[in-house]
């Protein structure tokens, strides 16, 4: 096992002063900024460039937006951004540069409980990985979905209650998904070819009466950051599920983190609390020596209403 460093965290303060209701999905993109998504309120957000400024909403829709990822032309996704690939509603939309949606790729069939989509990522392929959950929470009613390259989705796990991340190790070969609910993380092997998962391992479990692992992020060094749900606090293991670094925040639903390579930004919640204190549903940022790769794009052949 390869010795990890523990990085350094300092002192969190908000980056503006929105409050959201699900802040969640916070993405970094190949030019420098970050974006993130106010789930149940449709909204898809741009960080501001300085702090204090307001957050940008760059698309609102009429249903939840679990995650986004950048439709760029060409390979380094630096240029040329043309839109948006999201998990919406009950499945895929094509959002433009503006922030309509120019198109509806469909999702998974639902014969239980009413459902929505949840957290979701491209890995290096530009495929989308996706979770959907049931709005009441019903055990094992949640599943893990895949949007292919040639617009194809499948099902690749069931039997999942609140899934969150996934989230990806550097060379994309190991993913990471968490299933608030029971409080556990698990580990997978992933064919870069076609994505068939295998090996799936326990990382790391929270005991539920202590918090919920949720959104997810892994570094350039492979160490997994994990927001952890009602505790106020955000922890960094190694693969191995070897606890490195645990940080406490100044709101007690931390949902997501994502890391600039100069600051650690973690998105919050303010939903389901009675008496929500004043950070609460802010997004925060910390100074922080750990960097990761910018998000990956989803392929530009998604905007295509032919695929």
Same mark, same amino acid.
């Given at each position: 096992m390869t010795a990890y460093d523990v990085p350094t965290v300092g002192t969190f303060r908000p980056m503006t002063k929105d409050r959201l209701e699900l802040g969640e999905g916070p993405r970094l993109l190949a030019d420098g900024t970050v974006v993130l998504v106010d789930i149940l309120a449709g909204r898809l957000l741009r960080a501001p460039a300085e702090v204090d400024w307001p957050l940008e909403e760059m698309a609102r829709l009429d249903e939840p937006l679990g995650a986004v990822a950048p439709l760029v032309e060409g390979t380094t996704g630096v240029t040329g %951004?043309? &839109?948006?690939?999201? $998990?919406?509603?009950?499945?895929?939309?094509?959002?433009?540069? +503006? /922030?309509q949606v120019v198109r509806r790729i469909?999702?998974?069939?639902?014969?239980?409980?009413?459902?929505?989509?949840?957290?979701?990522?491209?890995? %290096?392929? &530009?495929?989308?990985? $996706?979770?959907?959950?049931?709005?009441?929470?019903?055990?094992? +009613? /949640?599943?893990?979905?895949?949007?292919?390259?040639?617009?194809?989705?499948?099902?690749?796990?069931?039997d999942l209650t609140v899934p969150n991340g996934p989230a990806f190790s550097p060379d994309g070969c190991t993913m990471?998904?968490?299933?608030?609910?029971?409080?556990?993380?698990?580990?997978?092997t992933v064919d870069p070819a076609d994505g068939t998962l295998s090996d799936r391992r326990p990382v790391f479990r929270v005991d539920p009466a202590g918090g919920s692992p949720d959104g997810m992020t892994v570094d350039t060094e492979g160490r997994l950051w994990s927001a952890i749900w009602g505790a106020g606090q955000i922890r960094c293991y190694a693969p191995d599920g070897t606890l490195l670094l645990a940080v406490p925040v100044p709101a007690v639903q931390p949902s997501s983190i994502c890391l600039t390579g100069e600051h650690i930004v973690v998105t919050t919640a303010a939903i389901g609390l009675e008496k929500p204190e004043p950070l609460d549903g802010a997004v925060l940022m910390a100074r922080c020596d750990a960097t990761a790769p910018a998000a990956c794009p989803a392929l530009s052949v998604f905007a295509d209403p032919v695929l």
């Open positions: %951004r043309i &839109g948006w690939l999201a $998990a919406a509603g009950t499945g895929f939309v094509v959002l433009d540069s +503006s /922030g469909g999702g998974p069939e639902g014969t239980g409980p009413a459902f929505r989509m949840n957290d979701a990522v491209c890995d %290096r392929a &530009g495929r989308m990985w $996706a979770g959907t959950m049931a709005y009441d929470g019903t055990p094992g +009613s /949640g599943a893990l979905h895949l949007l292919d390259t040639d617009g194809s989705m499948r099902t690749v796990l069931e990471y998904l968490a299933d608030s609910a029971v409080g556990t993380v698990d580990a997978f």
